[in-house]
């Protein structure tokens, strides 16, 4: 049988059909949860991203401004809280930081409590931007749902909570 004889409904329908047929004795449920679940990340973050664009940031930068501006005034973490915060290496956070300050939508500080360390501020300028990108993403992420109503989206945010919860024990 060839692809396009195959009745299915979406990519990964095809996908568990395929191998359905090559290979009867597997268990494909797995299979699917986890194929739909990279495919909706593919196409999510990729409809992110256009929106992070729009103000000029990719998804790390957003990320960090983001955690930033969420941990409250006065908008400033230690390097290590925002690291661990945004599960990363610390390497990868000071290449982050020097771009962004490059940028002016950070600042980094002398830190009071350990003057071996600095501090990382939100400038005005990031907070403006990070300002506007929230509000911007969370009307996308509301319209990317546009689909399920209120209790669809409910119930869709109770199962994967529990599949996370399976992942991070």
Known sequence: MKENDMDY???VDAIKQQWQLERPD????????FGRLKRCSMLM????DNTFAKFDLNYWEFDVLATLRRSGAPYTLAPTELFSIMMITSGTMTHRMKRLEARGLIERLPNPEDARSQLVKLSQTG????NKAATAHVDNMESLLAGLNDTKKKELD?????LLAIFET
């Open 26 to 33: 597997l268990s494909l449920d797995a299979m699917g949860i």
């Open 127 to 130: 907070f403006e931007i990070i």
């Open 158 to 162: 109770v199962k994967l909570k529990e």
């Open 45 to 48: 973050t990729d409809r992110l």
């Open 9 to 11: 409904g979406d990519a």
